[in-house]
């Protein structure tokens, strides 16, 4: 039997950033829509909102996980529920850094996701599929996907220099080709 969802349990992840891409906010909501609407209502910062980005996903719970790599990764400056409160901190990220849109241009040591894709002869949402199992409890988490070196323009990149080390966890993780018989 076929599980067929409807667009009524779709959950978005909405971020919002500012003029200089920085992000501001990201939380997740079944009408996103609206929820701009309470936050234009409601928060001081709205005023700084120059873009709007929404991403969807088919249930709450994947959305829930989505934002929390957000808020953990990428550290949007007003969340405050699990991002910033001392009691709760973030896992350790050293290599992390953040990267405005204005040093694309000056990062030709990285790769980004469509890159390693091309690296590894594989769509970019397979890329993103490695990275989800690498959690911990995943497939992949014994064994994780090379983690990204920073975000550039919001989106995870790998320095050039990682190539192989990238290569070697696909090889690792190549299905295994069976042998037919003539």
Same mark, same amino acid.
């Given at each position: 039997?076929?599980?067929?969802?409807?667009?009524?349990?779709?959950?978005?992840?909405?971020?919002?950033?500012?003029?200089?891409?920085?992000?501001?906010?990201?939380?997740?909501?079944?009408?996103?829509?609206?929820?701009?609407?309470?936050?234009?209502?409601?928060?001081?910062?709205?005023?700084?909102?120059?873009?709007?980005?929404?991403?969807?996903?088919?249930?709450?719970?994947?959305?829930?996980?989505?934002?929390?790599?957000?808020? &953990?990764?990428?550290?949007?400056?007003?969340? %405050? $529920?699990?991002? =910033?409160?001392?009691? !709760? @901190? *973030?896992?350790?990220?050293?290599?992390?850094?953040?990267?405005?849109?204005?040093?694309?241009?000056?990062?030709?040591?990285?790769?980004?996701?469509?890159?390693?894709?091309? &690296?590894?002869?594989?769509?970019?949402?397979? %890329? $993103?599929?490695? =990275?989800?199992?690498? !959690? @911990? *409890?995943?497939?992949?988490?014994?064994?994780?996907?090379?983690?990204?070196?920073?975000?550039?323009?919001?989106?995870?990149?790998?320095?050039?220099?990682?190539?192989?080390?990238?290569?070697?966890?696909?090889?690792?993780?190549?299905?295994?080709?069976?042998?037919?018989?003539?």
């Amino acid at each position: 039997m076929t599980d067929v969802r409807s667009n009524a349990e779709r959950v978005a992840l909405y971020r919002f950033f500012n003029s200089d891409d920085e992000l501001l906010y990201a939380g997740i909501s079944a009408d996103p829509a609206f929820r701009w609407k309470e936050h234009r209502r409601s928060k001081p910062w709205a005023g700084e909102v120059t873009m709007r980005v929404i991403e969807w996903f088919p249930t709450r719970e994947e959305a829930l996980r989505a934002e929390s790599d957000v808020i &953990l990764c990428e550290r949007p400056r007003y969340n %405050v $529920s699990q991002s =910033r409160r001392p009691d !709760k @901190p *973030g896992p350790p990220r050293p290599s992390m850094r953040r990267l405005r849109r204005a040093d694309v241009a000056s990062a030709k040591g990285y790769m980004a996701i469509q890159d390693v894709a091309a &690296l590894l002869g594989v769509t970019p949402r397979a %890329v $993103s599929t490695y =990275r989800y199992h690498s !959690k @911990p *409890g995943r497939v992949y988490a014994g064994d994780p996907f090379p983690a990204q070196d920073g975000v550039i323009a919001h989106h995870p990149v790998w320095s050039v220099g990682r190539k192989a080390e990238i290569r070697q966890w696909r090889a690792r993780h190549q299905p295994r080709k069976h042998a037919t018989s003539p």
